[in-house]
């Protein structure tokens, strides 16, 4: 078992060992699963714990009892027992069985890795609607392991991990409690949903051009976000440093606005029942015309966090929008040219507090702005079919030539389908050929 220990500091409420299994399975990419105790550890460290040690166990499958085996968990309590630890947190996620066990064993709390992220959005949530999507999250986490949680409920009286969120009342609940809460929260968040939809709607409608930032937690969206826009919203090196959706108009080079959001950061192994109740925030990404993938360039595993990224996007239904892959950081850079062009699509190579790289970005937008749009001739005296071309896009450029008026209209894709037979013939792609511009 390989041991790494930590300085203990005092004062600190979870004093815990990571613990991480590894099957012959998993064994054969032993670099990701380093990765993933080391990330473990920053996701501990992100909820207030102090690390003892990280234990890694190697074993052919799971146990279906204590999961790491009966030798490893009496080797771990030996561990607790001499570092004064009272958690034991694990990088997998455990069945209410497996906690009650572990529990029974150890005498001490046991979180996994799915409760320790739900911890920490439990944490970050500030506005109503974050609120609601995490304690959705948490009861519904909960429900299938209420058997396993006897330790964690007796505890919560001291706060910690697994007390923030639903609180100790909720989580003290039966099971029919439990389902009519998450009923009640269901409710709720259909009537923000709804809020969000009309809003949406509304951009929509105005022909905005909306554009969404995306990538592993702590690439630098929102630092991104408030250089580009001059917003405010809270920027802190640790992991899901923000949590609620945050949208700014962004001004072009050529004077057009464009809607920019900032969204929540993605991890490997994003609990499932997080991605449900957050889907509402995720459509964010679902409504954009075009998605800016914030990449880490200065971490040797940024390849596979845009991979975590993009398979997370795929779950999403977001895979095929179009996409740049802005690689941040790039003054801490210690990667290749080579490795960057390994990117799908568009990449930029850049640094959030370079005003030279802000400005490659705004342009870059632009061009996507741009050749998304189409040239029509139309008759000055076509008034209806004018208006219909502000009703069925975002009119970018207006020209006279003669008795025709020369519009140049970002069209959305779908209204403009149901327009086509009227609108068709009145397509210039001359005009598009001859570069005119915007």
């Known amino acids: 078992m390989k041991q790494t220990t930590h300085h203990v500091i005092p004062h600190i409420l979870e004093r815990a060992i990571l613990v991480s299994l590894v099957t012959q399975k998993e064994k054969r990419n032993e670099f990701l699963t380093e990765y993933s105790l080391q990330e473990l550890v920053a996701l501990a460290e992100t909820a207030g714990v102090q690390v003892l040690e990280t234990m890694t166990q190697n074993k052919d499958a799971k146990d279906s009892k204590t999961f790491i085996g009966k030798g490893k968990v009496a080797e771990l309590k030996l561990r607790l027992e001499e570092l004064d630890g009272n958690t034991a947190i694990f990088d997998q996620e455990l069945s209410g069985a497996q906690v009650r066990n572990l529990e029974a064993a150890l005498d001490v ?120 826009t001059h917003a405010d919203v809270y920027v802190q090196n640790q992991l899901f440093a923000t949590l609620d959706p945050t949208s700014r108009n962004l001004k072009l080079p050529n004077g057009k606005e464009i809607i920019l959001t900032d969204t929540v950061g993605f991890i490997q192994n994003l609990p499932h029942d997080l991605i449900a109740s957050f889907r509402a925030t995720l459509e964010e990404v679902l409504e954009a015309d075009l998605i800016l993938h914030v990449v880490d360039s200065s971490l040797e ?104 008026m020369l519009i140049q209209v970002r069209v959305n894709a779908g209204d403009y389908a149901k327009n086509a037979y009227l609108l068709a013939t009145y397509e210039d792609n001359g005009q598009v050929e001859e570069g005119a511009t915007v």
């Open 109 to 228: 709390k046991i979180i996994d890795r799915t409760q320790l992220i739900l911890d920490i959005f439990a944490q970050r949530a500030n506005t109503r609607e974050g609120i609601l999507q995490v304690e959705l999250a948490q009861l519904s986490y909960l429900l299938p392991r209420l058997s396993g949680q006897g330790k964690n409920l007796a505890r919560l009286n001291g706060g910690g991990i697994g007390a923030r969120g639903p609180g100790e009342t909720k989580l003290e609940m039966d099971r029919r409690h439990i389902r009519d809460r998450i009923d009640e929260l269901k409710q709720q968040m259909q009537e923000v949903v709804r809020h969000r939809v009309l809003h949406r709607e509304r951009r929509k409608k105005a022909g905005a051009f909306q554009v969404a930032l995306v990538g592993y937690t702590n690439a630098g969206k929102s630092t991104i976000l408030n250089q580009l």
């Open 301 to 404: 595993m940024h390849m596979e966090q845009m991979n975590i990224v993009n398979a997370v996007l795929k779950e999403l239904g977001a895979r095929d929008k179009e996409q740049i892959t802005l690689f941040n950081k790039s003054d801490l850079c210690v990667t290749t040219e080579g490795q960057m062009d390994a990117a799908e699509g568009e990449f930029l190579r850049i640094s959030a507090f370079n005003e030279a790289d802000l400005e490659l970005i705004k342009l870059a937008i632009q061009e996507k702005l741009v050749s998304d749009s189409k040239w029509f001739r139309i008759p000055a005296n076509k008034g209806d079919l004018i208006a219909l071309l502000y009703r069925v896009g975002e009119v970018l450029e207006t020209d006279v030539d003669g008795d025709d």
